[in-house]
């Protein structure tokens, strides 16, 4: 419990600090791929969210997604790339 907390914590601040490294350019050319990770333990509306870019002017093939679960069952299969704290070691 405690090293989880740990790892939490100094993923969160590895992935804080490369962020606020980041030049902020404008481009302005045209989005053409899109790539998104995100927890599916508070949001569960991936299907809405592919929607919504393919309303937007974003070819569906063109999106990615990668999803991020705290617990996967043995039995759990998934139509999508998933991962969870056991890929993160």
Do not use: C, W
């Amino acid at each position: 419990m405690f090293l989880n907390f740990l790892k939490n914590l100094f993923t969160k601040k590895i992935v804080k600090n490369s962020l606020s490294n980041v030049d902020h350019e404008v481009y302005q050319a045209k989005v053409k791929t899109v790539g998104i990770i995100f927890d599916e333990s508070y949001f569960y509306e991936r299907e809405a969210l592919v929607a919504e870019l393919v309303a937007n002017g974003i070819d569906e093939e063109n999106i990615s997604v990668l999803v991020f679960k705290n617990r996967i069952k043995k039995n759990e299969i998934f139509d999508y790339p998933v991962f969870s704290h056991k890929d993160l070691s």
